[in-house]
């Protein structure tokens, strides 16, 4: 972030507030091109953003203020200067439902505890689609007010340039495009008079105490059921396991059946349409990201998408032919490239985190974060030994130090580490952490950013200890 946008930020809060800021907080980037930062008062904090895109900031804060009237569960838009392109909006934690699926679950058992969670995220989609389109202000819908042919039209051509052309899947454009109208015609005649999120995905809803809050809306407009419910189940990355995803949809029928105004019947028969729809957006992303910016962590949820592409085109009952259409989508379904996209294993970035004393030293090659900055556990009168393999220390650090705040920034080393590394000849990346005696706070960052890097790239990761002398590769 430009240092002149920070301090608009800084400014605007402080005018706001009438508090004094006390320290910043630099939020990591993600997909989209607005920036954000967290802005620590004396008495709260809050979430600062920038974005030079006006028209995605008015969609943005209208939809907000309208939903907060709604009772629906968003942030407040707190001030906004709409000269400087920044606004401020209350700050939901950094818990994504996201991080906290893969968190809880065990290969593809879901616990219940994360079950419940998910079906509060459905219940409230629901009402976001329902209440939250009665009385909705479409006119400042960016970049259209409706999910409608023009708008389908736009994602299936996405699809087409972004991911077909550039995995060089073979079509005929002409008869593909035919295919394109029939297939836009059938999902319009879905209900559409709700609001559509329009990318409601498992990293748009944060958990705050225990219940799911929701961002990124900005995209929204008025559009048909099924697309919301079918981005959050078949969300490439998430990996939803099939058993769960009925579930899921059973919750979410069950809750639209409450509302006698929504057809779903209608809902049922359209909604494999949609996901399929919806899928070929998101690889569109994926080319566009991945084959095109060349980010590479992109081209990783190709495999997932091919896998639920194909389950999907089993699902299929259209009342509509569109051969070129079904034989492009099988085309990619047995590309030999697409399931080996990426970076091969033999040629796999090797990261090697470890931990260490400052005692016994080291010669490092690599990044060294210094972890002695970060109050000791040793000196907390609760301390004990034989509290290493309990809550004690993930408690601690979490809730009466700032190594939180530490590993979010070296987080945000380590993507750039990890993505300029891939493009040199040395595939190697070597990362330490130190503390004085080597067996808590240095242990714990290493394994935070171990597991934070395996979760998010794919490397060949080994994990070492040096004072415990244990190898976790």
Avoid at 54 to 71: T, Y
Avoid at 154 to 173: M, S, T, V
Avoid at 271 to 287: S, T
Wanted: aromatic share 14%.
């Amino acid at each position: 972030m430009k240092k002149n946008i920070k301090q608009n930020i800084i400014n605007l809060y402080e005018q706001w507030s009438g508090d004094q800021v006390s320290d910043t907080e630099l939020i990591p980037p993600s997909g989209s091109y607005r920036e954000y930062i967290r802005i620590i008062g004396a008495n709260q904090t809050v979430m600062g953003v920038y974005n030079a895109d006006k028209k995605e900031n008015n969609a943005f804060v209208s939809f907000s203020r309208h939903f907060k009237a709604k009772g629906l569960p968003v942030p407040e838009i707190l001030a906004v200067d709409e000269s400087k392109d920044i606004y401020l909006q209350d700050d939901f934690g950094d818990l994504m439902l996201f991080d906290y699926i893969q968190q809880k679950r065990e290969g593809d058992h879901f616990p219940e505890s994360l079950i419940l969670i998910l079906k509060k995220t459905i219940k409230e989609l629901v009402r976001f689609q329902v209440k939250g389109g009665e009385g909705m202000d479409y006119s400042v819908a960016y970049p259209r007010a409706a999910f409608d042919k023009q708008s389908m039209m736009w994602d299936l051509n996405y699809f087409k340039y972004y991911f077909l052309k550039l995995a060089k899947i073979p079509f005929d454009e002409q008869l593909l495009e035919d295919d394109y109208l029939k297939f836009v015609d059938y999902l319009l005649q879905a209900p559409n008079g709700y609001f559509l999120y329009r990318d409601f995905q498992s990293r748009n809803v944060m958990l705050k105490d225990n219940e799911p809050k929701f961002i990124d809306y900005q995209g929204g407009r008025k559009g048909a059921l099924p697309y919301d419910l079918a981005s959050l189940l078949y969300d490439a990355k998430a990996d939803f396991p099939q058993a769960v995803r009925d579930e899921l949809l059973a919750c979410y029928l069950e809750e639209l059946s409450q509302y006698s105004n929504v057809d779903i019947e209608g809902f049922k028969s359209h909604y494999y349409a949609f996901v399929l729809i919806r899928m070929m957006q998101a690889m569109g992303a994926f080319g566009f990201r991945g084959f095109y910016e060349k980010k590479e962590h992109f081209l990783q949820s190709i495999p997932f998408a091919l896998r639920d592409l194909k389950k999907i085109l089993e699902h299929l009952d259209f009342s509509i032919q569109v051969p070129e259409l079904l034989l492009a989508l099988e085309s990619v379904c047995d590309s030999d490239f697409l399931k080996t996209v990426g970076v091969r294993k033999e040629d796999k970035l090797n990261v090697s985190v470890q931990s260490f004393s400052y005692r016994r030293g080291i010669q490092p090659n690599g990044f060294v974060f210094d972890c002695r900055i970060i109050d000791d556990p040793v000196g907390n009168t609760r301390f004990e030994e034989s509290h290493m393999n309990s809550d004690f220390l993930p408690t601690f650090f979490k809730e009466e130090t700032c190594m939180h705040a530490f590993l979010k920034s070296v987080s945000a080393v380590v993507d750039i580490a990890i993505d300029k590394s891939k493009n040199k000849d040395e595939k190697k990346l070597e990362i330490y952490f130190g503390c004085v005696g080597g067996q808590h706070r240095s242990v714990y960052a290493a394994e935070f950013i171990a597991k934070y890097i395996n979760k998010k790239y794919d490397v060949n990761l080994n994990l070492r200890h040096q004072e415990l002398d244990n190898v976790v590769a």
